[in-house]
């Protein structure tokens, strides 16, 4: 086993090439993209774009996914385990940021279930909603089985323009029903679908 020992310098020229070294190290780091480029206003480009670069597929990645599944219920865990596997390290925290910013912006929207218990909508999956449901098929596929999820984000806009509390819901049972609007005197409970029958099977 090798001891280190504490060697003092009492070479000049060699203690400055050290010190020279230390202060490049402490400026450049250990990047060899960055140890190439002058120092000055390009260095700080660099190191903003690739900041903003890794920010931009994170934040991208997230979007996409979102609004690859509108009209299904979002699990803010979920997806952090989803973008784990795909090499995305986001906390549930940011995940659950990044949604807030995008509902600000009027992007996306989320649907708590109807409970009087914050904690309960808190733990809860929520709905999610586009802005446009055109613009949430440009990120899906385009198959039948999408049709209804299309027309539950049409029906989602048309209440969202006409009313302030719109809430899924949970039966006793634990079947979900798209919509509880209303009231609890004259709560209205809606499920969207594409069709009521079978097309394959006759009757």
């Known amino acids: 086993m090798n001891t280190l020992k504490n060697e003092s310098i009492d070479d000049i020229e060699s203690r400055d090439e050290i010190v020279s070294a230390f202060e490049e190290y402490v400026i450049k780091e250990r990047m ?40 299904r219920l979002i699990s803010v865990n979920k997806l952090k385990q989803r973008l784990i ?21 009027y992007l996306l929207f989320t649907v708590p ?19 446009d449901h055109a613009m949430a098929q440009a990120f899906c596929n385009s198959t039948s089985e999408n049709k209804g999820f299309v027309l539950g984000n ?25 919509f509880a609007i209303g009231p609890d005197s004259k709560i209205q409970l809606i499920q969207v679908c594409w069709q009521l029958w079978d097309q394959d099977k006759t009757t």
């Open 154 to 178: 049409m029906v989602y806009i048309k209440f969202r323009r006409t009313m302030n509390h719109i809430f899924c819901y949970k039966t006793e049972k634990g079947d979900e029903i798209d």
């Open 85 to 105: 596997k795909e090499g995305y390290k986001l906390s549930n925290e940011l995940i659950s940021d990044d949604i807030d910013k995008l509902r600000d912006c």
């Open 32 to 71: 060899t993209e960055r140890r190439i480029l002058p120092n000055g206003n390009m260095s700080v480009t660099y190191f903003k774009n690739l900041v903003n670069d890794v920010i931009t597929r994170e934040l991208k990645r997230l979007v996409h996914i979102l609004i690859n599944n509108m009209s």
């Open 113 to 131: 279930i109807r409970s009087y218990n914050t904690a309960v909508q808190a733990i809860n999956p929520k709905k999610g909603y586009c802005i």
